[in-house]
């Protein structure tokens, strides 16, 4: 019976493709289901035997750890030459969404507080 390895949801198109590859690499059996053309269904990656899970989910588990320590390797890099991305820097970049979801936070705080405002009012 098939079991699932890889949820595809939200996963950046390069770690798919690298999944891809491992299992292909170590010939293991799998296959793959998509969102579908009204994005409800389920996109995942599967392996068709049972006996090869354990393995193939040791293999991805590797895999991972290794992409999580070269992406904090990257970012640890780029602190350290003063490039990584802060709160200021995608501020100055890109104004309007930073704007836009300060005033949504703002609209929402209000809508939830003003109630108790006005009992204490009254």
């Known amino acids: 019976m ?51 899970e354990p393995r193939a989910r040791q293999l991805i588990e590797g895999y991972q750890q290794q992409r999580k320590d070269k992406i904090r390797a990257e970012r640890a890099e780029l602190e350290a030459r003063g490039e990584a991305e802060t709160l200021l820097t995608r501020t100055v970049a890109r104004p309007l969404p930073v704007l836009a979801t300060l005033l949504f936070v703002a609209f929402i705080l209000y809508v939830s507080i003003k ?8």
């Open 2 to 52: 098939a079991k699932i390895l890889f949820r595809l949801r939200n996963a950046p198109d390069e770690e798919a493709d690298d999944v891809r590859e491992l299992l292909d690499q170590h010939q293991i059996d799998w296959f793959e289901t998509t969102a579908g053309k009204f994005q409800i269904s389920f996109p995942a990656i599967w392996v068709r035997d049972d006996d090869d």
């Open 115 to 122: 109630p108790f405002v006005s009992l204490i009012n009254h």
